[in-house]
T-cell receptor
Framework: NAGVTQTPKFRVLKTGQSMTLLCAQDMNHEYMYWYRQDPGMGLRLIHYSVGEGTTAKGEVPDGYNVSRLKKQNFLLGLESAAPSQTSVYFC????????????FGPGTRLTVT | QQQVKQSPQSLIVQKGGIPIINCAYENTAFDYFPWYQQFPGKGPALLIAIRPDVSEKKEGRFTISFNKSAKQFSLHIMDSQPGDSATYFCAASMGGNTPLVFGKGTRLSVIA
């Protein structure tokens, strides 16, 4: 049981390049989330999904797109990376919202130069 | 309405001390209040959680105190150890399809 895994662990992009971050969970969770973590800003929700084929915007969705084509996977895309997107990105999953633990992945450290 | 305000931003205590981290919320629809612990280079992990129908919950050295009328809750760490040094996040949720709302985090350092 791997829990929540994220690919890649580290990435350096140049401004304007695109990339996709992959999150996978093997716990059959309905809910999946993408957060970014910046110093002093805590965890900010980018997008989330309440089930396969659904996505919704979080607190800071601009510049990001997501897809949930399979229940176990949640993809985060950056179409044209900007230095302001330099951050640590965490994926999480949960059985439901209130009362259920969110399981976090190990994070992806992204630097945009 | 959706915010959870956490304080302090950072905290340094001596080994054996009792650090206290406080959180306040406005939305009375919140019905679940978890705390997450994050070690450097790792993702956050659930530490302890409480519902508003109880005023206190203990798990080992960790205690949540909940004051429903004041809309505040706090985390106490008894007999703190250097291994407790981490960032702690409070959070709140109201169920349905609404995601957790996180506080901005408290970086705790326990020095020997």
């Amino acid at each position: 049981n791997a829990g929540v895994t994220q690919t890649p662990k580290f990435r350096v992009l140049k401004t304007g390049q695109s990339m996709t971050l992959l999150c996978a969970q093997d716990m059959n969770h309905e809910y999946m989330y993408w957060y970014r973590q910046d110093p002093g800003m805590g965890l900010r929700l980018i997008h989330y999904s309440v089930g396969e084929g659904t996505t919704a915007k979080g607190e800071v969705p601009d510049g990001y797109n997501v897809s949930r084509l399979k229940k176990q996977n949640f993809l985060l895309g950056l179409e044209s990376a900007a230095p302001s997107q330099t951050s640590v990105y965490f994926c999480a999953s949960s059985y439901s919202t209130s009362g259920y633990e969110q399981y976090f992945g190990p994070g992806t450290r992204l630097t945009v130069t | 309405q959706q915010q959870v305000k956490q304080s302090p931003q950072s905290l340094i205590v001596q080994k054996g001390g009792i650090p206290i981290i406080n959180c306040a919320y406005e939305n009375t629809a919140f019905d679940y209040f978890p705390w997450y612990q994050q070690f450097p280079g790792k993702g956050p992990a659930l530490l302890i959680a409480i519902r508003p129908d109880v005023s206190e919950k203990k798990e080992g050295r960790f205690t949540i105190s909940f004051n429903k009328s004041a809309k505040q809750f706090s985390l106490h760490i008894m007999d703190s150890q250097p291994g407790d040094s981490a960032t702690y996040f409070c959070a709140a949720s109201m169920g349905g399809n609404t995601p957790l709302v996180f506080g901005k985090g408290t970086r705790l350092s326990v020095i020997a």
